[in-house]
């Protein structure tokens, strides 16, 4: 037979044929194939076209459809040679796409590597074709080496999937051409029935073919790349414990790095003022949130931390306990006094009544003066908003709610006040130190000079997401006076064989977290007011001026502006808590340094990020909201293009002028949801309607996100359910899409 050559007979020479490619021979074009293993070449001037048939050479052989075999060998070398190269064509390629068999099943056995969240190499991907009965179909392990060994650098892996998809596209095409022209030949067809019948041949590589076109959609919450929390920036017992703590609970840092500030606010607040500079003072307490997910062991965690403070808080009870057993005995004396006195004044007359009414004043004032003290309160949970001000009251002033739940947030809401209206005021006070008075019937007025209320909260994102919906929560500025903390995710990658805490480092932050708290409590002086040094105060008013245009209108945090009007006071009190926790015994004595402040601010740009997040879930900016009801209209609608008058008539009532779509569109364009169509000037008169093309892969994407196998991955190719699902594993970008992801919200 022309052109044939005698089967190879060694691993490599398999290899060689396998990786055959188009070349020019003495300037004439050739045409190979791979078949039965062997190599088979074709020149133009050897080829015929038959009527309706495919290509054929001179010789009766057919000639292969369009292939790149060494691209494919390419693409599977660079596989072998850096295991996160799949992670880069996962989304271009399925295992139909390449033309070699072989090749296709090699392909396959890695995307189940990768679906199981394990690495590709010569090992890992020999036992998986093993598993599957393919591993001597394919070469064997020899054959494994040889493609890795034929690839110089995986650097060029996405132009080698490029070349094998266009290929495939090439093909599939062809196959569709076929199809044509046997359905043409069938005479009980139409010309309408064949063209209905076409349409699904064609629409899925015009669809992907457009989808070359666009960059993959940006979920519109994964926006923010959110910082770690800085350990380094806490004292040395505080950062090793943090460290030790997430490390032994297999938990983010972020979680136990925020509730330390809260442990050391609950310390402090109430106690301890800071003086930014004359006639500006911020108490030391502080509202955080941290937002995790169920099953993310924040309440061990949250056990942890606070452990010391119940700790202290029972102690200080102990010690009280008899103090308070004998003011009830005297205060029920003083009772019994007073009783005798008035019955004896009552039954006598005269000169001598007076003298017994004297008697009762007397009384009455001892009994005034026998004040029971309340028991030592340091720590709350689950208490109304009126609980909440009484037992502010009774510890003169101080109180930390500490909650691994998010139950609080509905007693602020009025979850059991009559009418079930938000009671706001002890929080927003008790936030900001001003003066507390409450009045109610039946009951003692109670009057609190400067509360220090903390709130520590760890809770599940939903938790946060709800908070928008409560009236008054972000008008009288409640969520303005929260620090958020939203850290990734351990599961998935937690460990098991991890060491408890040291013994030493948990004995040393709860030895030290006690001696704040004592060193604290009142005596012969009730509270203290730390000043910055000159340098310390330079720190953070230059911050301040940083921030200031970031507020405006303008600005990325202006429509977070009342969360960061508050920034530098917030980043002040921490400044104030680090201070303290450096010096435990005499920090309230001295002046905060630079340092401190410095450590503060750095803190502070961490919570910004975290709080533009977190009013993101919370829906704070409009423009968002407006863009994700914008999107489900499209998707539900499947529409690829649109006016922006059709926009408005679906967005009525939420819009009131036209203009007013310009920057919830410019939303969907940033995160290539959209893009605004090139439109030729009429000339005279007004310019066109603006139209707007969708990106095919929004719809893919609702698709995915509700379980469906949406036909097309990220770039186009014609793919399996499986690959997309392999690409959702293997990509942090594409995990948005699935159950819980932003995807899933707008679908």
Partial sequence: MPGHRPGPSTARERAEVGSARLRSSQGQASRCRVKGGHLMTFKDEDVTVGDGEERRAANGEPIAPPHDVEAEASVLGSMLLDPAAIGRVVELLTPDDFYHENHGQLYRAALNLVREGRPIDHVTLAAELERLGLLNKVGGRAQLALLQEQVPTATNVLHYAQSVRACARKRRLIQAGREAVRLGQDPGLGAEQILERLADHVRDEMESAALDLWHSPIPLSATHALPPFP?????????????????????????PGILVLSALAACAGGRVRLQVRQGWEEPLNLYSAVALPPGERKSAVFAEVTAPLADFEA?????????????????????????????????????ERERRLEEVAAAARELEDAVVPFEYRLLADDATPEATASLLAEQRGRLALLSPEGGIFGQMAGRYSAGGQPNLDVYLKGHSGDMLRVDRKGRPPEFIAHPALTVGLAVQPEVLRSLSDQPGFRGRGLLARFFYSLPASRVGGRRTDVLPVPAGVRERYSSELKTLAHSLEPGAKTSWVLTLTRQAEAELLAFADELEPRLGEGGDLGHVADWGCKLVGGIGRVAGLLHLSTNVRRGWGEAVAADSVQAAIRLGRYLIQHALAAFDLMEADPNLTMARRLLKWIAAKELRSFSRRDCFEAMKGRIRRVEGLDPILNVLEVHCCIRR???????????????????????????????????????????????????????????????????????
């Fill in 315 to 351: 102690m200080l009870s102990a010690e009280r306990s008899y103090e308070i057993a004998e003011a009830r005995a005297r205060r029920k004396v003083a009772e019994k006094a007073l009783d005798a006195a008035q019955n004896s004044a009552a039954r006598a007359i005269g000169s």
């Fill in 677 to 747: 169509r090139h439109q030729e000037p009429r000339g005279r008169g007004r310019p066109p309607a603006p139209i707007f093309d969708v990106n095919p892969l929004v719809a893919k994407l609702a698709l995915f996100a509700q379980g469906q196998s949406p036909g097309i991955s990220a770039n186009g190719t014609n793919s399996a359910n499986s690959a997309l699902q392999g690409a959702a594993e293997s990509q942090p970008e594409y995990q948005t899409m699935g159950p819980g992801g932003d995807w899933e919200r707008i679908a």
């Fill in 231 to 255: 350990v380094d920036c806490l004292p040395p017992w505080l950062g090793e414990y943090v460290s030790c703590l997430a490390e032994a609970t297999q938990t983010p840092p972020d979680l």
